[in-house]
């Protein structure tokens, strides 16, 4: 399929810079940006008028559990330890494949219309929510999210689900992906985190996990195991071949060393931490040691929302509150954060930028929207002002998913609606 935009604003996310032109995609791919061409034959399946609207990269959410939408407003007002152990656990030892399939659907339709073409989620059920993001073509990674492994048995039947996992997702479809990692430290045994060490080191992959997002959680693990999380990953050779981690709130100087010398790259989750209270990771640490940072919402159940502009408002504005400097970072760095940043740590790394060759992931942002004038930064402007309303369309591997309110991903928005609202009532009788 050929698409051509015109008279578009593009926006070169590596500067910031805007520019005046055309944009084409073929096949999945950008083919083309810049002027007009003057004496053009190709023929387009569609012709859009951009009408000076802007084309930047789509956003790429770095971190979710896609389903947890049938949890949104169901635990609130709680720490996140008692959140998951008194609500969240609970409720979803209720669910099922369907279940999960529909509440991926629902989030789907979120993050399209807040500009997102691609997720890195951790769940459970995870063929289901494959099979959700193939059938609305939308791109995906996966990181296990195996836990336990107390017993001889429950050690073997996490790691074969991961083996499993692994090799069925990663050619289950070209925009799925599937890496290595484990729900947390807190919840994996001794016999699992080796296990998942010996799987990542023979396979020679990244490792991904969620890390130190509340104070508590640091604090028991040195109890545990007498080592920071981050000292204790490193050990076992978790990190050898790089990977990421979500939130990373709480960490030391070691372990910032420890996950710049092994290449660790950070989802940071700044909406999620501070509405549960869990902190504020030092994120101008990271950036000033050379560590990647990517952005994610994760899951709705704690957030509540899947919009990636509160995430980069709130990135920009409790990095301020936590180091007391009004100039810390800036809006580029979030809005390159929640794109080349959050690409980089998912390994899409050919969905950055709007040039081509690239994969055609990519939306219009209606820059006639009140909020985007006056326009004196437009990438300022974004971060600072802009809001899900922004977004008139997404496009996902050169195929128009949401476009001016519409939805494209082969399901109708009212069904979506009532089977969660079926799911919710029933978990929650």
């Not at 096949?27 to 004496?39: M, N, Q, S």
């Not at 387009?44 to 559990?65: E, G, Q, T, W």
């Not at 991926?104 to 063929?127: N, P, R, V, W």
């Not at 070691?254 to 902190?279: E, F, Q, W, Y």
Request: include cysteine; hydrophobic fraction near 40%; proline fraction near 3%.
């Amino acid at each position: 399929m050929r698409v051509k935009f015109e008279n578009a604003r593009i926006l070169d996310i590596k500067t910031g810079k805007v520019t005046k032109g055309v944009l084409t995609t073929c096949d999945g791919k950008i083919e083309y940006v810049g002027a007009p061409k003057a004496d053009e034959s190709v023929k387009y399946d569609r012709v859009i008028n951009a009408n000076n609207n802007l084309l930047m990269p789509s956003f790429k959410n770095a971190h979710s559990h896609s389903p947890m939408t049938i949890l949104r407003a169901s635990a609130e007002n709680m720490v996140l330890m008692d959140w998951l152990y008194k609500v969240v656990f609970p409720a979803e030892a209720k669910l099922t494949a369907d279940d999960v399939y529909w509440g991926t659907k629902l989030a789907i339709m979120e993050m399209l219309k807040s500009g997102i073409s691609a997720t890195f989620d951790m769940y459970f059920y995870t063929e289901s929510v494959a099979k959700a993001f193939k059938e609305a073509g939308f791109r995906a990674c996966f990181c296990s999210a195996v836990s336990g492994g107390n017993t001889d048995e429950e050690l073997k039947t996490a790691l074969k689900r991961l083996y499993n996992e692994y090799d069925k997702l990663n050619s289950y479809s070209p925009l799925i992906k599937y890496y290595a990692g484990m729900h947390a430290e807190y919840t994996a045994s001794d016999g699992l985190l080796k296990g998942i060490s010996a799987f990542v080191n023979d396979a020679k992959i990244p490792f991904y996990t969620h890390m130190s997002e509340a104070v508590g959680e640091s604090e028991g693990c040195v109890e545990r195991r007498g080592k920071t999380p981050a000292e204790l990953f490193s050990s076992l050779g978790l990190w050898n071949y790089g990977g990421g981690v979500y939130h990373a709130v709480h960490v030391t100087d070691h372990d910032i060393k420890l996950m710049r010398d092994h290449n660790i790259m950070v989802s940071t989750n700044p909406c999620c931490n501070a509405k549960i209270a869990s902190g504020i990771a030092p994120i101008e640490k990271y950036a000033a040691n050379g560590i990647r940072v990517g952005i994610g919402t994760d899951g709705p159940a704690s957030n509540n929302s899947i919009s990636m502009f509160k995430e980069m408002y709130m990135l920009i504005c409790l990095q301020r509150i936590l180091t007391s400097k009004p100039n810390v970072l800036s809006g580029l760095f979030a809005l390159q954060s929640a794109t080349i940043g959050s690409s980089k740590v998912m390994g899409l790394s050919n969905t950055e930028t709007l040039d081509a060759g690239q994969d055609a992931d990519l939306i219009m942002i209606d820059m006639a929207s009140p909020s985007m004038q006056p326009e004196a930064d437009i990438a300022n402007n974004l971060v600072y002002a802009g809001g899900n309303e922004l977004i008139k369309l997404t496009m996902v591997n050169g195929n128009i998913l949401y476009e001016d309110g519409k939805f494209n991903i082969g399901v109708d928005e009212n069904e979506v609606y009532s089977r969660v609202n079926q799911i919710k009532n029933r978990i929650f009788a």
